[in-house]
Every structure is written in C-alpha cells, then in structure tokens.
C-alpha cells in the first residue's frame, strides 16, 4: 500500500490575496430598536481613514406609531453630523466621505410617532427591527458598476479590487507609523520634564541643606553653644 501527500503552494500573489482577505472594513448588525417618546441614540462605531467612502444601509422592518430617525456623526467632543435623515422606512442607503482620521458613528431614534394615547405595557412594546450594514473603503466602492462603465473583464476587476485594498493597507501602514512618530515624541518629551524636575529637585534639596546648615549654625552661635 502506497501513502501519496500533495503539497499546497502559495505564490506571492496568493498569499497576498489570502492575507487581504482579512482585511474587509465591513460591519453587519441586527437589532431590535426600542421606541420611547424622548428615545437614547443608539449608535454603532467604526474606524474609518480620513477621506474614506462610508456607504450605510439601513433596513427599518415595520413597526405603528413609530418613527426612526438617523445621524452619521464623527467621533469628535463636539459631534460634527455628517448627515441626518428623519423617518426612514424600509430600506435606507446613505453615503458619505470622511473629513478627518477618526471613528465614525450611525446613531438612530426610534419615536413615539404623533399623539397616539397608549399604555406602558403598550409602549414597552414598540419596537422595531433594524438591519444596518456599514461599509468602508474599498468595501464601499461599486465595483460591478465600475466594471460595466469602463468594460473591465472578471480580471481587471479583482485587480480593481486588490488595489483598493492595497491603498487601504498602505494608509493603516501611513496611520500607525504617525502614530508612532507621536508617541516617540510624547515619550521623548515627557522623559525630558522628569528629568528636568528630578535635577530640580536634587538643586533644591541641596540648596534647602546648605541653607539649613547655616542656620543652624547661626543659632547655636547666638546661644553660645559653639564659637
């Protein structure tokens, strides 16, 4: 009896292909969004590169005396809203294009619509289903349509693809080594102060002995304890 092994190969490009595969800048969620008469946002976060394509769909399943509002906002102190939509229904796409490095946030409310007299066991029950795909980046892009504008073939198109994700590496890549380059110059500056502060320190300590020294000896001098 013969055992036969075959070994699996990976090229260059398919390593890369493989490793790129990880790469996907796509977030999915469902969720059951609760309505209230003066409702919290709920907000999903992603990390997006500055001047990145985010494409948002929102699928609201139905749901009376309901109306869900959203907001694409940035993760800054002050909340810069990128766009704002009130009463979606059914299936929502937006798109939007970063201003700056940073998270970015799809908040949605779901209201009490009108003035519809219910009880809390009833309003406790109103909800409704959200189903919110997010995507980023190269993610974003269309490329079928890309593909049938410019008549690229299958090839052209997944290359199309691996270029943008390609960039997208190359901007993470640009992103950390900023980042770095920020805390080396944080680190360097703070190892700087403690250094200055503990000569400091160490100045005022002797200046604080040698001056405790005199006086001292001045008053022993003044009770004629020494000469």
């Avoid at 969620?29 to 209230?36: V, W």
């Avoid at 294009?97 to 009880?119: F, P, Q």
């Amino acid at each position: 009896m013969f055992l036969t092994s075959r070994t699996l190969s990976l090229t260059p490009l398919s390593l890369i292909i493989l490793l790129l595969s990880f790469l996907h800048s796509v977030s999915a969620i469902k969720f059951n969004l609760p309505a209230f008469r003066y409702p919290p946002s709920k907000c999903i976060w992603n990390a997006a590169h500055e001047k990145a394509l985010v494409i948002v769909t929102a699928n609201v399943g139905p749901g009376p005396n309901q109306r869900v509002d959203i907001e694409i906002v940035d993760s800054e102190d002050r909340k810069n809203i990128y766009l704002s939509k009130r009463g979606i229904k059914g299936e929502t796409r937006l798109a939007i294009t970063t201003h700056s490095e940073g998270d970015v946030g799809v908040c949605l409310k779901n209201y009490i619509d009108g003035d519809v007299a219910l009880s809390y066991d009833e309003q406790a029950k109103l909800s409704r289903i959200v189903d919110l795909d997010i995507d980023i980046g190269a993610d974003a892009v269309d490329y079928n349509a890309i593909a049938n504008q410019e008549s690229l073939s299958g090839l052209e198109t997944e290359m199309r693809k691996l270029e943008g994700l390609v960039k997208e590496v190359v901007d993470e890549m640009n992103y950390l080594k900023r980042r770095e380059e920020r805390f080396t110059k944080t680190n360097f500056s703070t190892n700087r102060r403690v250094q200055n502060f503990a000569w400091f320190t160490l100045v005022s300590l002797a200046g604080l002995g040698v001056w405790q020294i005199f006086h001292l000896r001045a008053f022993f001098k003044r009770k004629y304890l020494i000469d």
